[in-house]
Structure formats: structure tokens, C-alpha cells
């Protein structure tokens, strides 16, 4: 009887060692994954080197007009035009009217404010502060934001134009400064920049600078980013993630469904999600807050990127550079930030995987030529510009990759144009014009 005592204490207290045992190899086990520095690793770099912004941080203006005795300025700096916005954000907008006098509005003396794109009314709120929110269509939209000047009443007022038909949204502002912040700008504006029209297709006219425009050239040093936290964030288990290197050197990831390719020397990504259900429309609201959202999750927003264009048909919307307030485009995409969504998930994600570091102020200036000069162009080759296919004209900066040193990029100021739908680099060669771009070199899309 002891014997079979002793037999089942030697027993327990064996499985006792290998439960400790078993438990220790556990604790210590750790699998090996060949993108990871460590076992944490997937878990805890899920943030790019950025920031996280709200909506009306990534929303500007492209200009401000002043329009006054059938005269057209502004300020010359495009910072100053951007600081003007950023008081009129702190007002107190209320009394919420539609009107159905659009037209009349519009070719009244006026200051005037050219959106990238049409936002929807609900999303005001985000851009100003709001009384009486009910009161806002729920539907609707606007790209232009506009004051009426000369006589001033005791309420001043702020409207909501939209790109086509008879309506406009106006509210009133309730900040006792209003005026002061406004003529300030009119009296700014009557020794600055003067603008003249351009009339498109489109409901609205083009402003270009009548004169020549000197702006100046910058060099810049560029960071790399590390590719781990879009890894980590862009695929739903990183742990089953497998890497391989093509035969040109470039890096592709997939965990059997999606896929991510690393190109240009690691300084661009594009991500791919295949659609598990089929394609939805957006509203544009759903479509700029889920794209905002799913930037701030992984501290995207690693340079100045703005709201430039926003495609419905295909729930596509762009982010694009901009430096001194003036937008960027190269031939390599390096300067848009592009996501496609599949209702609420993303299904393409573009992005360039380099910021800007150090500054390089060059002493060396450009002089464009003036609007004038390039509508005159444009006018005296219709059979190759068409008037119909002009969407946009506008002063931005070209960026290049220094041939002798690849993590540097000058940035050269450059006239570009928005030609059925891609941006396109104008250059000026023998006194013609020559668009730089088409299927191959577009410098961007819509």
C-alpha cells in the first residue's frame, strides 16, 4: 500500500515539473517573422512620423478675390491670404437662410473665397463655429465662400455658393471684429496682386494674376519613412504578413489577400485591398471623414497635405503637398497622398514614403509670366487647348529630384493647368507654349 503511495507521489509531482516546464517554454516562445525586429513589434509601430489634424486644418483656400468696382486683387502672399481664413474660422455663424438670388450675389462687389472642391453644407460646422446646426441643409453644397461689401448693414453676412444652380446658403456673423478683419484685407488688397477672368466651361471664371509673378526657388533635404507602421496598420493580421524583393528591388508584402508594393528607392506605396462586397457611392461627408479618420490612425499627415480634388464616381479623394501655400507637382507622385474607399473600408491607398526635412532658401527667384501671357497662348492654340477641357489654371511648385544626391528635391515655381481632368506642367519653349504631361508625365489628377 505505501509502495503505491510513493508511485503516486513521484507521479504528481512529475506532472507538476512538466506543467511548470511546458508553462516556462510558453512564456518564452516567441515566433519568428522575418520583418520584425522583435515579438512586439507588430503591435506597438502602427504610427507614421505625422501629425493628426482636424477637417478644417486640411482645407484651404486656393485664393481670395476682392472684387470692387469691376476690379479684381488680392493679397500678393498666398500666407497672408491663408491667415485671412484662418481668422474668418473663429466666427460665430447663425440665422441660417437659403436664398434663390445666387446670381445676384455673385456680381455684386464682393470678397471671395475659391474652394479645391465642393463641401457639403453639413460639414460647416467643422470649418466655423455654429449656433442653430438644425437650421443647416442637410443636403446641398458649396465651393465658394462669399461676403458682399459696400453697403454694410448693422448684420453682416456670410453666404455659402455653390458651383451651379440658383441657390445660395447665408448666415449671419455674429463677432463684433468682423469688419475691421475684412477692411483690413480690402485695404491690403488695393496694392497687391490684380487679377483678371478666364472664362471656362465650368460655372465659374479662372482668377490669374494680370502681371508677372516672382516667386522663389527651394531646395529641400528629405526623411525617409519606416514602411513597418503602414504594414502593421494596412494589413489585418501582420503576423501573417510574407515579404519578397523583385527582381528591380522592389519590395512587395502580401498576407494572401492584400498587397502593398514599395518603389522609387522605397519612397512610394501603393496598397491594395481587393472590394469584398460591391461598389457604393459616398456621400462626400462620409468620404472626407472616413478619409481624415484613417489618416490620424496612423499619424499620416506627415507634411502640409490639403484637400485638392475628390472623385464621387469612384469614392477617390486626393491630398496634395503644399508649400508657402502653394501646391506641389512632380512626375512621380511624390506629392499626392491618394485613397480610394469600398464603403467603409479602404481599398487603394497611395502615398509617397518621404517628408521634407531642411530647407534650402535659394537667392535665386522666378519670374512667371502673366496670366494674360498664358491665356493669350492658350486662346491662340484652341486646336490643341480647348476651352471646353480647361478646368483649372494656377501657380505651383514643379519638384525634381536632384540627379547627384536622391534624398534632395529642388522645387521651381511653374505654371500648371488642369486639362480634362490631369495637371499638367505649362513651359514656355521659342515663344510657344508646350504642355509637359499627357498619359505618361501628367504631373497629378483631378
Do not use: C
Amino acid at each position: 500500500m505505501r509502495t503505491w503511495e510513493n508511485i503516486k507521489t513521484v507521479l504528481l509531482t512529475f506532472l507538476i515539473f512538466m506543467s511548470l516546464l511546458l508553462t516556462l517554454v510558453l512564456w518564452n516562445y516567441q515566433p519568428e517573422y522575418d520583418w520584425l525586429d522583435d515579438g512586439t513589434q507588430y503591435v506597438h509601430e502602427t504610427k507614421l512620423d505625422g501629425k493628426e489634424l482636424a477637417f478644417k486644418n486640411v482645407l484651404s483656400p486656393l485664393k481670395v478675390v476682392l472684387h470692387q468696382n469691376n476690379q479684381h486683387s488680392s493679397l500678393l502672399s498666398a500666407s497672408d491670404q491663408l491667415g485671412f481664413y484662418k481668422k474668418m474660422s473663429e466666427w460665430t455663424l447663425t440665422n441660417w437662410t437659403v436664398l434663390s438670388d445666387r446670381e445676384i450675389v455673385l456680381q455684386a462687389d464682393r470678397l471671395e473665397l475659391v474652394l479645391p472642391e465642393e463641401i457639403p453644407y453639413s460639414m460647416i460646422e467643422s470649418l466655423f463655429v455654429v449656433e442653430n446646426r438644425r437650421d443647416i441643409p442637410k443636403s446641398g453644397s458649396f465651393s465658394r465662400i462669399v461676403f458682399s461689401i459696400g453697403d454694410y448693414q448693422k448684420n453682416i453676412y456670410i453666404s455659402f455658393v455653390p458651383e451651379t444652380g440658383n441657390n445660395r446658403l447665408r448666415a449671419q456673423i455674429l463677432n463684433a471684429n468682423v469688419m475691421d478683419v475684412i477692411n483690413d484685407f480690402i485695404s491690403a488688397s488695393m496694392n497687391n496682386m490684380d487679377f483678371m477672368l478666364f472664362e471656362t466651361r465650368k460655372g465659374f471664371p479662372i482668377y490669374l494674376p494680370n502681371g508677372e509673378v516672382d516667386l522663389t526657388k527651394y531646395t529641400y533635404s528629405t526623411n525617409r519613412l519606416d514602411v513597418q507602421p503602414l504594414v502593421n496598420v494596412l494589413f489585418s493580421d501582420p503576423k501573417l504578413v510574407r515579404q519578397s524583393l523583385s527582381s528591380d528591388g522592389e519590395m512587395y508584402y502580401t498576407d494572401g489577400t492584400r498587397g502593398m508594393e514599395v518603389s522609387q528607392n522605397d519612397r512610394y506605396i501603393e496598397f491594395i485591398n481587393p472590394p469584398t462586397s460591391d461598389f457604393r457611392e459616398l456621400n462626400k461627408e462620409d468620404l472626407i471623414t472616413q478619409s481624415i479618420d484613417f489618416m490620424n490612425d496612423h499619424a499620416g499627415w506627415t507634411d502640409e497635405y490639403k484637400l485638392f480634388s475628390i472623385d464621387e464616381s469612384t469614392n477617390t479623394i486626393n491630398y496634395r503637398l503644399f508649400v508657402k501655400e502653394y501646391p506641389v507637382f512632380d512626375y512621380d507622385n511624390l506629392a499626392v497622398i491618394e485613397q480610394t474607399w469600398r464603403d467603409r473600408e479602404i481599398y487603394q491607398y497611395r502615398r509617397p514614403m518621404i517628408e521634407l526635412a531642411t530647407t534650402f532658401e535659394s537667392s535665386e527667384t522666378t519670374t512667371l509670366r502673366s496670366g494674360q501671357s498664358v491665356i493669350e497662348y492658350l486662346e491662340q492654340n484652341q486646336e490643341r487647348y480647348s476651352t471646353e477641357l480647361i478646368y483649372d489654371i494656377a501657380i505651383g511648385y514643379f519638384m525634381q529630384q536632384r540627379a547627384d544626391f536622391s534624398y534632395i528635391v529642388s522645387l521651381e515655381p511653374s505654371w500648371f493647368i488642369n486639362y480634362d481632368g490631369t495637371w499638367q506642367r505649362l513651359t514656355f519653349v521659342s515663344d510657344s507654349i508646350q504642355m509637359q504631361g499627357g498619359s505618361g508625365n501628367a504631373v497629378g489628377t483631378n
